[in-house]
């Protein structure tokens, strides 16, 4: 059974056909160019998405040659729009999960922190969808819906008006228990007037489009963070994954209960599938890739294939808090900057990437010690994923400030591949979870070099460079 699985993700859109072993046939990509402004807005244009799903699936689904049982879509997760559900027609651009001008309507609603943490089991803050929602209907526009990029991608695609319970989860919308929308949420944010897609079930088949080749039913709807997290076969709880994309994003099993962070990680809806809900928690950078394009703007390198060979053997005395879209979990500060400090006239660039690398490596290390402080055992091994896997110097450097193994994912589809399990699930109802996931072998593991010493000692001192960003207590 060949899947079209197609991972819509911040900087491109990747397409992938995958047989039942998860094989990869064929892959197709297409960047995108989302717009950073001033004021921290981040937005794209919902055509550009559009077409990358189009020309990505059409290239993956012709070079692969095979016919296909069913098209899949991960999912950015956060990032909403406004359209028209009558011509489908967007009513401006994307407003991206990076994008912070919703702190605003978060601030308004601060007292409700708590009762927020305790319906959703995510923070209240614009990182999430429905504060983004609610700053577009007071600055753009009131027409139309306004949903996640999953509902009006497969809105074009079949016609239905859907998205799937990870995505929900992402909301602040969500009761996360009852895995329904909440009216107390909307309220909260002004939008119970909205016309909310139905939630469905990341095995659930929601119509069938023929885009891309042939008539193919249209499942297989999940984030991609956690679709990441089922490739990886994280599906005991405790289990963990970090994928380096445009951020970088730590997820752990929980199974099916939904507990509540107690260190401030967010709690969310894992999949919804065969029936169950799993959740998971996770932690937040949001800036990795994103770091790293920013370090090629400014000239340093001129892409992330350069990031082993221009970075330092070591940082030179300098250290980097990659916080250019504010701090995520367990800060929640979106006004948060970033910072570089310890800088002398001997710094070089090489010196510059490194820290990037070491700061990006040091606050994943932040959230995998929060992390195993929630689950109450620390986390022991870190399988990992996602374009800047890559940089030896970055996964070396995680495992030293972590001071845990770290298996390198031997796929760079994971996300594709999460989605294409959930296709699987949903077309072929002899198999498990299990059966559509299946073992797999690092294609590297780094070891901690690093004493546990050295790496306390560096950490403590990328803690306080932390602090020292943040704009609000924490
Ligand atoms: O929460 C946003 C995240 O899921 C986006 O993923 O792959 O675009 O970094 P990515």
């Known amino acids: 059974m060949h899947i079209l699985a197609i991972d819509q993700g911040t900087s491109g859109t990747k397409a992938v056909v995958t047989d039942e072993t998860g094989r990869v046939l064929a892959t197709a990509e297409e960047p995108l160019h989302p717009e950073y402004l001033d004021g921290g807005g981040v937005e794209q244009d919902p055509r550009e998405l559009l077409g990358s799903v189009l020309t990505a699936g059409r290239r993956a689904a ?4 095979v016919p296909l049982a069913g098209v899949a879509l991960a999912n950015q997760g956060e990032t909403v729009l406004a359209w028209d559900r009558r011509t489908g027609e967007p009513l401006g651009p994307a407003i991206v999960w990076q994008d912070r001008r919703a702190e605003s309507v978060t601030a308004a609603r601060s007292g409700s922190s708590a009762r927020v943490a305790e319906l959703t089991g995510l923070v209240l803050d614009p990182y999430f969808s429905a504060p983004k929602m609610r700053w577009l209907r ?3 526009t ?3 819906v306004v949903t996640t990029t999953d509902t009006w991608l497969v809105h074009q695609l079949c016609g239905a008006f ?7 989860s992402r909301s602040l919308l969500l009761d996360l228990d009852a895995v329904s929308w909440n009216a107390e949420l909307l309220d909260l944010f002004g939008l119970g007037g909205e016309e909310l897609p139905e939630i469905v079930a990341s095995d659930a088949v929601v119509g069938t489009t023929t885009a891309f080749s042939g008539e193919l039913p249209v499942t297989g709807l999940i984030v991609d963070q956690q679709a990441a997290l089922l490739a990886e076969n994280c599906l005991d709880a405790g289990t963990a994954k970090c994928t380096y994309g445009t951020g970088a994003f730590l997820l752990a099993q929980l199974g099916d209960v939904a507990a509540r962070s107690k260190t401030g990680l967010a709690t969310s809806v894992a999949w919804r599938l065969r029936g169950e809900t799993r959740y998971c928690v ?3 950078v949001y800036t990795a890739a994103s770091a790293v394009r920013w370090l090629c703007d400014l000239g340093l390198i001129t892409g992330a294939d350069q990031l082993d060979t221009v970075a330092a053997a070591d940082p030179g005395g300098v250290l980097c808090v990659p916080a250019l879209a504010g701090l995520a979990a367990p800060w929640w500060d979106a006004s948060a900057a970033a910072s570089l400090t310890g800088m002398t006239l001997s710094t070089g660039r ?3 990437v490194r820290a990037v690398l070491d700061g990006i490596a040091a606050q994943v290390a932040a959230l995998i010690t929060v992390t195993g402080d929630d689950l109450g055992t620390p986390l022991t091994r870190l399988r990992a994923d996602g374009g800047l896997t890559r940089s030896r110097v970055l996964m070396q450097a995680q495992a030293d400030l972590a001071q845990l193994p770290v298996d390198v994912y031997p796929s760079p589809h994971a996300t594709a591949l999460g989605a294409a399990a959930c296709a699987r699930l949903a077309l072929d109802p002899t198999v498990s979870i299990a059966d559509v996931v299946g073992g797999w072998s690092p ?3 780094y070891e901690p070099v690093w004493s ?3 790496a306390a000692e560096h950490l403590g001192r990328w803690h306080t460079a932390a602090r020292a960003t943040l704009t609000k207590e924490s």
């Open 138 to 140: 007071d600055h753009r």
């Open 142 to 144: 009131t027409g139309g």
């Open 443 to 445: 294609a590297a593991t």
């Open 452 to 454: 546990a010493d050295r």
């Open 162 to 168: 859907v998205t799937d319970a990870s995505t929900a």
């Open 62 to 65: 012709a070079e692969a040659g």
């Open 350 to 352: 090489g010196h510059l």
């Open 282 to 284: 996770d932690g937040q």
